[in-house]
């Protein structure tokens, strides 16, 4: 077997516990030949070898973030960002939508992210008429950071058939002017109605901007492989990658769940659990629990049913559980389960467990679940969460520490688009257990930097049945290797978010170098 690359004199954080460090990294194909001292280096490499001085630095698995939103990321990357970061006042706002629609042919949708009318000088939301002095010819949508509503331009309140007779839908609002009751253009629990029913969906010309905008963004941050988490995943969307994938466009490895409604679909197709190949394969059923779920509340006997049919046909489940009682809910289904067929070694998951007290964790642990947890969060939302989350479910907030010890498996991801894909972040998150202001949530529950590191590598591909094949740099693995600026074991904690991606191998090949 040939050589083709070599790294040396890296310092390697293998994450495999037959050799947890190492020198040297040998690649043949798209995989780990042999992990060994700089002395090998004779032995190993050939007339043909690419050898890679890594000067020192850090070499570790290529990231797996265990939870994103594929579709959405590709969404916010398209749009204009509105955030706090990037507009103070609705004149912002208006300049940034004038520059993209100068840009973009008339009658082409126009969407914008992230606007907050707290952070906005005018201190209140912008109106269909504020975006119509800027594009009177693009529909526009612009959407809240919180998704609860969006502002439409008048055209695209005429393409969604909203004028001042449309009775107020239900279970949403229309917001109105109070002298004349025209629609201002603001749009309360709505969204997700414009996303589906109004808007068009992605043109191939749009798709390819995003994929290969999504495709830089997560080899920028080492992403070697993600896991879709969204329960809407479907044939098509499963066509779309695989085409992204085939032409070598999107190079991230995928895993990507179905949803209850659409298992059938790919089982249709042939495909059930594990399909597919080491690019892309079908996950888990993504089910939804609780308020924000956005799938219509299923009862407890029939989340029991549809889990055991899950089950059954050998499907992993991942459930969205984010409250206390939703987290609940989810065991009770797996309890039920297990009362009928083992459900140890499956790996059933809960996605986000954001509130897990001591007697939810002994249940889960007794069922062997998994939970993907989102460090990054605490970095990103920390300072919200203090602020908001009730007092007596604090002491339960994205506990990592306390799993761990019990023995469950925790794999972490950034649920981007939620806050970025960044796992830096995340790794500094769960060690720091600090938000970006400094303050600190549960320090008990801090993480060293090497089990934070193990979040995103060998447990992230044990949440997806991948750990024979990704997770650690050990001979017969995929080669899908990152190269740090800085050590995260070794810098001291308040470095950690600063140390940057400066080489993404996958399979082999140098994707990309910073
Ligand atoms: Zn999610």
Known sequence: ???????????????????????????????????????ALDSVAGANTRIIDCQGRTLVPGFNDAHLHLFSLIRKLLSIELSPAAVSSIA?????????????????????TDYNEFYL???????????????PGHPVVLTHRSLHACVLNSLALSLAGINGDTPEPEGARIERDLATGEPNGIL??????????????????ELDEAFALADRHFLAYGITSFQEATYRNDRSRWQIVRRYKDTGRLRSRVSMMAGPGTRREFQEDGLIMGSGDIHLRLGAVKIMLGESAGQGELTQEELNTL????????FQLAFHAITESAVESAI?????????????????????????????????????????????????NGERYLATVAPEQLPWLYRIKAPLDSGVVVAAASDAPVVPVNPLAG?????????????????????????????????AAYASFEEDIKGSI??????????????PTKVPPEKIKDIKVEMTIIGGEVVWEG
């Not at 040939?2 to 798209?30: F, H, R, Y």
């Not at 912002?92 to 914008?112: C, M, V, Y």
Request: net charge negative.
């Open 474 to 487: 050990a001979p017969g693995k995929l080669a899908d290797l990152v190269v740090l600026s800085a050590d």
């Open 332 to 380: 009770d289904a797996l309890e039920y389960v297990n009362g009928r067929y083992p459900v140890a070694g499956r790996r059933h998951r809960i996605e986000h467990c954001s509130e897990c007290p001591p007697y939810l964790l002994e249940r889960l642990k007794k069922l062997g679940a998994v939970i993907v947890t989102h460090p990054s969060t605490i970095y990103y």
């Open 92 to 112: 912002d706002i208006k300049e940034a939508i004038r520059r993209k629609a100068e840009k973009t042919p008339p009658g082409t949708w126009l969407s914008g």
């Open 188 to 205: 309360v629990e709505m969204l997700a109605y414009i996303r589906s029913e109004v808007m068009p969906p992605f043109s191939d010309a």
């Open 427 to 459: 790794i500094y998150g769960a060690v720091t257990r600090k938000a970006e202001s400094g303050q600190v949530l549960l320090p008990e529950e801090r993480i060293s930097p090497a089990q934070a590191l193990s979040l995103y590598t060998v447990n």
């Open 121 to 135: 000088a005018e201190k209140r939301c912008p109106t269909r008429w504020d975006i119509d002095e800027v594009a």
């Open 1 to 39: 077997m040939s050589t083709d690359i070599v790294l040396k004199n890296a310092s390697v954080l293998t994450m495999d516990a037959g050799q947890p460090s190492a020198e040297l990294v040998a690649i043949s194909g798209d995989k780990i030949l042999m992990v060994g001292d700089n002395e």
């Open 307 to 314: 889990v055991l049919d899950c089950h059954r046909t050998g």
